[in-house]
């Protein structure tokens, strides 16, 4: 079964607006990634944040990780067309070396 | 830096047949790991390849197999191939793998079973 699950499934907003997604998991890990998939392409990575981290930035996007929670989130603020994508949250747990991808998050972003 | 690369980009077979997908990764990146994607079960990993050898395999059945080159380009075999096999391979590379890192994905391989 899969390490992570997302929240919402989908979720659909207008440009400009902000835009946020959690993820929760199950066993203790040493980091989470964020990365995003446009429409049957690959994967790229957007933030990467360790288990000793509680948030990052980078750009439009903030992580936060909430290890007693055992739940991220990941915010896009002032959305664009443009990031209409699904993201994927993903963790690589203690015991292991692995990623192990979260079910995804399918944004909309409405012109 | 050339991003990594999977070839095909596209194939259709038949229940039965087998298929090898190809892999490149990024020039220096040593770790190869695969993951096959499908509407219903995500991304789910299949194996991670480093320096040649086998460093962790999912819960896929004998029939999934892989391998990596010295120069660090993979292949993964299907064999027998089967309707529910149809998905999304991706190919991922990193440094040195071992969930610490980044991966940079291929754009995949989409595999069609008839």
């Known amino acids: 079964s899969q390490q992570g699950e997302e929240d919402p499934q989908a979720l659909s907003i207008q440009e400009g607006e902000n835009a946020t997604m959690n993820c929760s998991y199950k066993t203790s890990i040493n980091n989470l990634q964020w990365y995003r998939q446009n429409s049957g392409r690959g994967l790229v990575h957007l933030i990467l944040i360790r288990s000793n981290e509680r948030e990052k930035h980078s ?19 002032a959305s664009r067309a443009a990031d209409t994508a699904s993201y994927f949250c993903a963790t690589t747990q203690t015991s292991g070396s692995r990623l192990t991808f979260g079910e995804g998050t399918q944004l909309t972003v409405n012109p | 830096k050339a991003g990594v690369t999977q070839t095909p980009r596209y194939l259709i077979k038949t229940r039965g047949q087998q298929v090898t997908l190809s892999c490149s990764p990024i020039s220096g990146h040593r770790s190869v790991s695969w993951y096959q994607q499908t509407p219903g079960q995500g ?24 391998r990596q080159f010295s120069n660090s380009r993979s292949e993964m075999n299907v064999s027998t191939l089967e309707l529910g096999d149809s998905a999304l391979y991706l190919c991922a590379s990193s440094l040195e793998g071992g969930g610490d890192e980044k991966l940079f994905f291929g754009s995949g391989t989409q595999l069609s079973v008839l």
């Open chain 2, 43 to 66: 991304l789910q990993f299949l194996f991670e390849y480093f320096s040649e050898t086998q460093r962790n395999k999912g819960n896929f059945p004998g029939r999934f197999s892989g």
């Open chain 1, 59 to 77: 750009g439009r996007l903030r992580v936060t990780l909430d290890t007693s929670k055992k739940s991220s989130s990941l915010l896009i603020t």
